[in-house]
């Protein structure tokens, strides 16, 4: 997909896939899942090489969710983009569907398990640093939630892939200033974020991550530097695109009721209506 505009739809849909997803399961991380569902669909929509029919092409760009938990987007961005059925979605979280409730590896266009916080960049930079070892052309991207920095594991892997210098490996961060049980700030501060990544050799880049154009541009910025690990920090709001979801920390779990899916699925409506 080439336009904005295009990508802005798509984002819209992928939200109505996954509400629908979670209040089918009874069960879900409904908030963070919104907040990211623009950088996903950036990604693998517009950025990302990849082909659903061979998902093991060697020289395809690796994504990792390392907040695992935000996994109805991710999984509807698969189904969608045709690594596997979208009948699939309804069996999400059910008795022997492997549509489990975090990111599992059996499932086409995953790459790693993850859900336990603090593996995903971990995990990027053994890759990044094995595609450079192996002159794999590929890009490696993490996609991390900001309570998830509490974890000390990201700070390791923040040091090695400056020390190996892996401007193969793209990370982003879902600023949401939400984590499970409420702000960031209060529950372990993050700022200055920004000067947090430079200080450990990373080049940085601030987005609107719920702004579809805004996210464009820091990815080309990102691919085009060369000789530092990227990261961007991407703004966003969790629960974006339901009124009543946003900034809501409760939402961070909770499963839409039969009402509340409607009103949520007719506001996706108008937003789709007022982009078509
Ligand atoms: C190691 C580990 N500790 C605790 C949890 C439980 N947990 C799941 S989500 C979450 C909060 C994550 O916050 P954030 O990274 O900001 O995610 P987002 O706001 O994007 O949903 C926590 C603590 C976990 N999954 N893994
Ligand atoms: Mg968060």
Redesign the pocket.
């Known amino acids: 997909m080439n336009t904005i505009k295009e990508l802005e739809i798509k984002a819209v849909e992928i939200r109505k896939i996954m509400l629908q997803m979670i209040h089918d399961a009874g069960a879900g ?1 409904t ?3 919104l ?2 569902v623009d950088i996903l669909v950036s990604l693998f929509y517009n950025k990302m090489k990849h082909d659903a029919n061979n998902p093991n092409w060697d020289e395809r760009d690796r994504f990792l969710l390392s ?4 996994v109805e987007g991710y999984y509807s961005v698969l189904a969608d983009s045709g690594y596997f059925p979208k009948e699939d979605l309804s069996t999400f979280s059910k008795f022997k569907s492997e549509l489990i409730g ?1 990111p599992n590896k059996n499932v086409p266009g995953v790459e790693m398990n993850t ?5 995903g960049l971990p995990i990027g930079v053994g890759m990044a640093l094995g595609a450079k070892k192996l002159g794999n052309p590929c890009t490696i991207y993490v996609l ?8 000390g594991s990201i700070w390791e892997a923040a040091m090695a892939a400056s020390n190996y210098k892996l401007d193969n490996l793209i990370a982003i961060i ?1 600023r ?6 409420g702000c ?1 700030e209060d529950v372990m501060s993050l700022e200055n974020l920004k000067e947090k990544w430079a200080a450990f050799g990373w080049d940085t880049v601030e987005v609107d991550g719920n702004n579809m154009q805004s996210l464009i541009e820091g990815l080309d910025i990102a691919k085009k530097r060369k000789g530092k690990p990227q990261m961007i920090i991407a703004k ?1 709001i ?1 629960g974006k695109g339901v009124s009543f979801m946003e900034n809501v920390p409760t939402w ?2 909770g499963v839409p009721s039969k009402e509340e899916l409607e009103q949520a699925l007719k506001e996706l409506d108008n937003s789709l209506k007022e982009l078509m």
């Open positions: 991380h908030g963070g899942s907040s990211s907040k695992g938990h935000s975090h859900g336990s916080l603090g593996h991390m939630g900001d309570g998830e920095l509490a974890e879902d949401n200033g939400l984590q499970i049980s960031t966003t969790k961070h779990h």
